[in-house]
């Protein structure tokens, strides 16, 4: 499939997909045209690179661990290296640690908006403007 299906199939755009193939995330044909063509098993593999992306795990993790990852919810580590797993220890504490951060900013900003509400003379009309707070 060309790099625009590929695109409309994961909503990724052709920008991040050519990104995807500078990083060796994924992989194409060039065909006599010079177009890109993919297989139909980039749409899984662009998925799952994009939900990898999304939990915070930079590019080059990514690349080392895609060989382990087969269709979508199956991980297959034969013979995992120590490697490997440090690798993945180290990226679930890096998360561990964001998920701290933002915990506190969240806090910080709650009690922020906490004070800024009892300052405010009229509270029904500023909720008319605020978009709702989000259930923890």
């Known amino acids: ?10 909503g990724v755009s052709r920008r991040m997909l050519r990104y995807y193939e500078e990083q060796e995330l994924i992989a194409s044909r060039r065909c006599a ?3 890109r063509d993919y297989p139909e098993p980039c749409v899984d593999r662009v998925q799952q690179v994009r939900g990898l992306l999304d939990a915070g795990l930079p590019t080059q993790t990514i690349r080392r661990i895609l060989p382990c990852l087969g269709p979508p919810g199956r991980i297959d580590i034969p013979n995992p290296t120590p490697e490997t797993i440090a690798l993945l220890e180290l990226e679930c504490a890096r998360m561990a640690q964001r998920i701290d951060q933002l915990t506190r ?7 922020y908006l906490a004070e800024v509400r009892k300052a405010v003379p009229d ?3 500023v909720r008319k403007t605020v978009p709702a707070e ?3």
């Open 1 to 10: 499939m060309r790099i625009g299906e590929l695109s409309e199939r994961t």
């Open 33 to 35: 045209n010079g177009y």
């Open 134 to 136: 989000p259930a923890a």
């Open 123 to 125: 509270l029904a009309e």
């Open 105 to 111: 900013n969240r806090d910080a900003m709650t009690a």
